[in-house]
């Protein structure tokens, strides 16, 4: 995963890159994160959508449903994408 700070991209920024890996659990996607770490609480904040939709296990564990077509990271709406 690769995440830019600002939308407005320019070469001077660079990106953050955090790496962990993936699974499916039932119903859900778990993300866990390696060091580096990210702020896991401030880039999947439920306080920008209606209703929480992430649960934050711990300082570098998230999980969510896999149902779910867009993710707002830090306050970005993320669409998602299939690959075919």
């Not at 690769?2 to 778990?30: C, H, L, M, Q």
Request: charged residues 30%.
């Amino acid at each position: 995963m690769i995440i830019y700070a600002d939308t407005n991209v320019k070469k001077n920024n660079k990106p953050y890159r955090f790496e962990g890996r993936w699974s499916e659990e039932e119903d859900k996607i778990k993300l866990v994160f390696r060091k580096p770490v990210p702020q896991v609480k401030s880039i999947f904040d439920n306080h920008f959508g209606e209703t929480p939709v992430f649960e934050i296990v711990n300082e570098n564990t998230v999980r969510f449903a896999n149902t779910m077509e867009q993710l707002t990271l830090w306050g970005v709406l993320c669409s998602k994408k299939t690959s075919e």
